[in-house]
């Protein structure tokens, strides 16, 4: 049974950074992408970031390209979420998700699904 668990998310202010942590158990993710979707109050959940498990190869929305970084501790079994400059924006339930894939899925067909993080970002 896979398990996402995000942690690290809370309330900061514009331009400030904050890092979210999906740990992943359950499988050996090798064979897997991993992403970061988001979903604001009124609005529907939106790709953010997603990385490859194996090649680490990275795929980022244009809203937060050169802002948002995604990375991945094979070790720790751990995805992580920098995000820096942040903006009102921002503001949104933060989800982690796997999926069994070749290559990166930008849509919301993941397979599993975290609980969601809280990020609020006050202007």
């Known amino acids: 049974q896979v398990q996402l668990v995000e942690s690290g998310g809370g309330l900061v202010q514009a331009g400030d950074s904050l890092r979210l942590s999906c740990a992943a158990s359950?499988?050996?993710?090798?064979?897997?992408?991993m992403g970061w979707f988001r979903q604001a109050p009124g609005k529907e959940r939106e790709f953010v970031a997603a990385i490859r498990w194996s090649s680490g190869s990275t795929y980022y929305a244009d809203s937060v390209k050169g802002r948002f970084t995604i990375s991945r501790d094979n070790a720790k079994n751990t995805v992580y979420l920098q995000m820096d400059s942040l903006k009102p924006d921002d503001t949104a339930v933060y989800y982690c998700?796997?999926?069994?894939?070749?290559?990166?899925?930008?849509?919301?067909?993941?397979?599993?699904w975290g609980q969601g993080a809280q990020v609020t970002v006050s202007s």
């Open positions: 998700a796997a999926k069994i894939s070749l290559v990166v899925v930008t849509t919301t067909r993941y397979d599993y």
């Open positions: 359950g499988r050996t993710f090798s064979s897997y992408v």
